[in-house]
Each structure stands twice: as structure tokens, then as C-alpha cells.
């Protein structure tokens, strides 16, 4: 398939605002129906494909492909690890299934019936088995946001932010999935202007925009995988609020960095959209030149890929949700193959499924902050919602939705979205499962 052949239709009709057209088709895993076995599936649409049952009609014909039954897994892991030439030979034969001229599916009704399933009546879960989660801090803008506002601005960014991309190991067993509700956490911070800390329910809760993306095939455990070739190890992106308590971070997080602040919830959205896909919207990124990174990290060549980003928040009291933040990932300063390779010159190794998100993104005007903690400047400019409510940190009841699309010459694509609402904080009794 020609990624950017624009002239290029699927019989199944898709909506104009769809994400989810035939030059997109992102990867994700369902369940069909309660009880039943989840498997892999591609969205199309307002419909999902189940990838299994093409796998049994013996569809899928090709050297990398027949045979396998990668499709009927209940995460993407497998599939993962077979690499590009496989994801290629899949995502060409799934096109060429979907398209206006190929009768094997348009044709056959009970195939159609059994394999094109309505997306209103699937359960989506976490698309990929995560045993690792990883989360840089690659926003110049975002970094010099938050310097600025605990270190100023003579100080904003750290001696080591321009030579390397920050980051930190999280916590894989909180990622979750979109529509999965957060609870509150509770723990120790230092309340202003008192010498002793307190423990309680974290009374600055925060979004962070971000995207992450999904390790394909691993590495050995000793070798560095290098600049050039990070790029097969990647298989495709998703988008990230990785969650934030920050009144719990801020106490904490000297010398070691993020803990409880950060592991008690990451959400992450269902569909993974490929490499592949994105190719059309590939871009520049930042200069990176004063001062050049360390050759392991010297990139060349149109690097970022053109997504925009948009948050938006809906309060217990609001109809509808309203935007309060957008941003563009191609802003990022440290690109996602110059994380990857600096994430293993040490002989890091990488397993199918890892996931390494971006940090928060952020530009450099107000509305492109992409964290409350920034756009309300740590409390001292509070936002205003349509209500008249204004948020200097998220409230109970509070419902975040972020989404991303890419549109160029006449080619569009999405991410769907991700969202949570967050929760009141549990009661002591309710903290060891015991009734008050």
C-alpha cells in the first residue's frame, strides 16, 4: 500500500471526522463480549476488525505472516516481536482486505458478519503486555516551565538537560487503559510554609500530555542499540496522561526523582498507530546545535512526526468538554530514536511491549502548556472553565480528555482519544478493605 496514496478507499464507510480511515489502521486488543477471549484487532471506522478470524479463513497468505497465529493472543506482544517485515506484510494485506476493490471481505457476508464487529459493542483493553515504562522529560519548553518556577529562570534547566534525554524508570502494573477511572492517591507532602510534612490526599492533581511509544522486538542484554537502527525497534505510539500528585512529587522527589507522585496511575489509549502510518507526517524537529549532543545522540534528517495534541477537561458540572490545552509533539526536543538509544548505551535491554513516554509536551505559548501545573503557574494563575469554576489543579469528579490527529495534503489520521475521571480519595477504613 502507498502510504500517502490519498485515492485510496475501503468499502467499509467511514465517517469524515473518523481517526480511524484506511491509511491509519492502528493495532489494539478487545474483547468482543463479556467472557470471551480477547485478541487483536485493527480499527476501521466505527468498526473493529478482528484479526483472528481472517487468521482462520487463511487471509493472511504471505512469507511473514501464514501460519501464524499471533492474532488470537491477548496482547500484541508476539506480534511485536516479529519486527517491521512482519508489521509491514500484515498492515498491506489487512489494506488490501478493507479496500473498495478487494471482494474476499466486502463480498462475503457471513465473513464480514463475523470479522467487522461495531466498536460501541467491543471492550477495549491494554493493547500490549508492559513490563517496563519508562518516561523522559523531553520538552525544552516544559522543562524551562517548571526550572523557571522552582529554580528561576537563570537556572531553569539543568547542566545536564542539552546533552542527554531525561528520564526515569515508572511503574507498569498502574498503566491502564482509556475510560479507566483514577483514584485520588493519598501520602506524605510538605504543606506551604510548614517545617513537618503531612499525610493526606494529594491536594494538587495534575494531567501531563504526553505520547509514548511501544518497543517492538527486544535487545541483548549488553549491546547498545544505536541511533541508526532504534527505529526497528519501534513499532508504534500512543497517547499518555501520565498522572500527577504534586504536592506529593515536589516532597519527595530529591535526590532519587519521581515515586509515589507519579506510580499510582498512567493511562494510555487503546489503538497503537504505526510507524508506518505516520510516515506521511514525519517533519524536523528542534535544532539541536548549541550545543551538538555526544555523536551517540547526533541525528540527522526529519526525525519528529507532525501530531496535534489537544487536552481537554470536563468538570462534575459541565455538559460538554472544553479545550484547555494543545501542543505539537514534533516540538519535542529530544526525539523518540535518540531516547531509545540513549535508554540502552549502557546495555539497557529492551522486551516487546516496553513502553517509553515522552514527558509532558509543551510550546511555548500559554494555551500550549500541557500540564495544569503549568497553565495555572503552580496556582498564581488560575484557569477558568465555562462554568466560572476555576482549576489550579484537578477537582473530584474531573474528567481529562486528550486526543491526537495528524492532517496533511488531504491525508488524515488519528489516535482516538484517552480520558479518565478521577475519583475522591479512599477513607482510612476503606484503605484495608473494611467497612466504616
Same mark, same amino acid.
Given at each position: 500500500?502507498?502510504? %500517502? ?12 471526522? &473518523? ?33 483472528s478470524v481472517l487468521v482462520e479463513r487463511g487471509l493472511f497468505r504471505g512469507p511473514e505472516m501464514r501460519d501464524t497465529w499471533v492474532f488470537h493472543e491477548p496482547s500484541l ?92 524508570? @515508572?511503574? &507498569? ?12 492517591? &493519598?501520602?506524605?507532602? #510538605? ?52 498522572? &500527577? ?62 501530531i496535534s495534541l489537544e487536552v481537554l477537561l470536563q468538570s462534575a458540572a459541565m455538559a460538554e468538554p472544553a479545550r484547555v490545552a494543545s501542543a505539537n509533539y514534533a516540538s ?18 529492551? #522486551? ?11 510550546? %511555548? ?54 480520558? @479518565? ?16
Amino acid at each position: 500500500m502507498a502510504e %500517502t496514496d490519498t485515492t485510496l478507499r475501503s468499502f467499509v464507510e467511514i465517517p469524515p471526522d &473518523s481517526d480511524f480511515g484506511i491509511h491509519n489502521l492502528p493495532f489494539g486488543v478487545f474483547r468482543p463480549r463479556a467472557l470471551a477471549r480477547p485478541r487483536v484487532g485493527v480499527a476501521i471506522g466505527g468498526q473493529v476488525l478482528d484479526l483472528s478470524v481472517l487468521v482462520e479463513r487463511g487471509l493472511f497468505r504471505g512469507p511473514e505472516m501464514r501460519d501464524t497465529w499471533v492474532f488470537h493472543e491477548p496482547s500484541l506482544n508476539a506480534f511485536l516481536s516479529m519486527g517491521r517485515p512482519a508489521w509491514r506484510e500484515a498492515r498491506q494485506r489487512i489494506a488490501e482486505l478493507l479496500s473498495a476493490d478487494e471482494p474476499a471481505l466486502r463480498d462475503d457476508a457471513g465473513l464480514r458478519d463475523a470479522a467487522l464487529l461495531p466498536a460501541a459493542s467491543v471492550q477495549l483493553l491494554l493493547p500490549a503486555r508492559i513490563g517496563d515504562y519508562t518516561d523522559f522529560y523531553s520538552s525544552r519548553e516544559h522543562a524551562t516551565n517548571l526550572g523557571t518556577m522552582f529554580r528561576g529562570p537563570a537556572n531553569a534547566l539543568q547542566p545536564n538537560w542539552l546533552h542527554l534525554p531525561v528520564g526515569y524508570h @515508572g511503574r &507498569s502494573s498502574s498503566i491502564v487503559v482509556s475510560g479507566t477511572d483514577i483514584r485520588r492517591p &493519598s501520602g506524605q507532602f #510538605r504543606p506551604d510554609g510548614a517545617d513537618l510534612p503531612a499525610y493526606g490526599p494529594s491536594r494538587m492533581m495534575d494531567f501531563e500530555l504526553e505520547v509514548g511509544f511501544l518497543v517492538g522486538p527486544g535487545s541483548e542484554l549488553g549491546v547498545p542499540v544505536p541511533l541508526d537502527r532504534a527505529a526497528e525497534h519501534i513499532f508504534g505510539l500512543v497517547l499518555v496522561n501520565d498522572w &500527577s500528585a504534586r504536592d506529593i512529587q515536589q516532597w519527595e522527589y530529591v535526590p532519587l526523582g519521581p515515586f509515589l507522585g507519579k506510580n499510582f496511575a498512567t493511562s494510555i489509549s487503546p489503538w497503537v498507530v504505526t510507524l508506518e502510518a505516520l510516515e506521511p507526517f514525519r517533519c524536523a524537529g528542534p535544532a539541536q546545535a548549541d550545543p551538538a549532543p555526544l555523536p551517540y545522540l547526533s541525528s540527522s534528517g526529519d526525525c519528529a512526526f507532525d501530531i496535534s495534541l489537544e487536552v481537554l477537561l470536563q468538570s462534575a458540572a459541565m455538559a460538554e468538554p472544553a479545550r484547555v490545552a494543545s501542543a505539537n509533539y514534533a516540538s519535542l526536543y529530544w526525539n523518540m530514536c535518540q531516547q531509545l538509544a540513549h535508554h540502552t548505551v549502557n546495555g539497557c535491554n529492551l #522486551r516487546p511491549g516496553d513502553l517509553m513516554a515522552s514527558g509532558t509536551i509543551s510550546g %511555548t505559548g500559554r494555551h500550549e502548556r500541557g500540564s495544569l501545573l503549568e497553565l495555572a503557574w503552580r496556582g498564581a494563575e488560575p484557569l477558568t472553565l465555562p462554568t466560572g469554576e476555576t482549576r489550579s489543579f484537578l477537582a473530584d469528579g474531573d474528567t481529562v480528555i486528550m486526543r491526537g490527529r495528524c492532517e496533511r495534503d488531504g491525508l488524515r489520521l488519528g489516535f482516538g482519544e484517552v480520558r @479518565g475521571t478521577l475519583l475522591p480519595a479512599l477513607e482510612p477504613w476503606e484503605r484495608v478493605g473494611i467497612g466504616p
